[in-house]
């Protein structure tokens, strides 16, 4: 059975650093395309950044760009997002997800199965 595990989330101040970690067990991540949504309170859930499977190709959404880098270590199974300058609107929970990574953005974004907890990021003074 597909699992995925969300981690490295926290309470952060604006400006600071974390790095979220998405270990995907259950499938082989070489064959997925593999991104970062997040959800805050009261808003939909929206695509953040994503890579593709068969190249280091990446989409970031325009609100995160030049703050946040997405990576993967496929032998390992798990996709990283580095997340630096963040600020209070950054705060959300993430979640790791598959779908279709192009330039022109991700779509087609899902989980391999339902949904997971994923990861709590506050950016608070």
């Known amino acids: 059975q597909v699992q995925t595990v969300e981690s490295g989330g926290g309470l952060v101040q604006p400006g600071g650093s974390l790095r979220l970690s998405c270990v995907v067990s259950g499938v082989s991540l070489e064959s997925y395309d593999m991104g970062w949504v997040r959800q805050a309170p009261g808003k939909e859930r929206e695509g953040v950044s994503c890579?593709?499977?068969?190249?280091?190709?990446?989409w970031y959404a325009d609100s995160v760009k030049g703050r946040f880098t997405i990576s993967r270590d496929n032998a390992k199974n798990t996709v990283y997002l580095q997340m630096n300058s963040l600020k209070p609107e950054d705060t959300a929970v993430y979640y790791c997800?598959?779908?279709?990574?192009?330039?022109?953005?991700?779509?087609?974004?899902?989980?391999?199965?339902?949904w997971g907890q994923g990861t709590q990021v506050t950016v608070s003074s």
């Open positions: 997800a598959t779908g279709r990574c192009a330039d022109s953005g991700y779509t087609s974004v899902g989980p391999f199965g339902s």
């Open positions: 890579n593709r499977h068969r190249s280091d190709d990446t």
